[in-house]
């Protein structure tokens, strides 16, 4: 074998493992690049993932917030109204004639017999005749005038002592009413 042949064999050796490496290399370019790409992808489903799970967060917060909103403007609307109710319907009661009160002031005063058998009875400006004139009657004898007190209506009984006192003044009915029909609102808004 001459110097020829020795140098084309290890020409051909050459360029046969050049061939290997480059096979090799371009193989090992394609599992990177695949590899790479899946790793792409995994990250772009995560990152897709993780977006659309803060979306959904950020949406459910928005309309947790919006019917916050709506269900307070719904209470404050109904607050407002009854309020405007509360201060018509005392109205409507001062307003009232005579006999309406003496016949109101009667009834509570008998409800008052329950609690405090004997005392003093205030009343409105407005009802110190009519109220005088409804403690003259034979049950009633056990009261006696207290004081003309600032109210809209009704009475408030004190015993002699000055132990026990009831108000039974149409403001404190309304009260009762309009705090009841406000717990009512907002339980039903909020349940």
């Known amino acids: 074998m001459g110097l020829d042949a020795v140098i084309a064999e290890i020409k051909e050796k050459g360029r046969h493992e050049a061939e290997t490496i480059v096979n090799e290399g371009s193989a090992r370019k394609d599992e990177i690049m695949n590899a790479a790409k899946q790793e792409v992808e995994k990250i772009h489903l995560t990152v897709r993932d993780e977006v659309e799970k803060n979306l959904s967060h950020i949406i459910s917060q928005e309309e947790a917030a919006a019917h916050l909103i709506v269900k307070r403007q719904v209470l404050n609307a109904q607050k407002d109204l009854m309020d405007q109710v509360y201060k018509q319907a005392l109205d409507k009661i001062v307003s009232m004639p005579e006999s309406f009160h003496e016949e109101a002031i009667t009834s509570l005063l008998r409800k008052a017999k329950e609690e405090i058998p004997k005392g003093r009875v205030s009343c409105a400006a407005r009802d ?14 056990a009261y006696t005038f207290g004081s003309v007190i600032d109210t809209d209506g009704g009475i408030i009984v004190e015993s002699d002592d000055g132990q026990l006192q009831v108000d039974y003044s149409y403001r404190t009915f309304l009260n009762q009413v309009w705090e009841s029909g406000l717990k009512d609102a907002s339980d039903s808004l909020f349940a």
């Open 128 to 141: 110190e005749k009519i109220l005088k004139n409804v403690l003259k009657q034979s049950e009633f004898s």
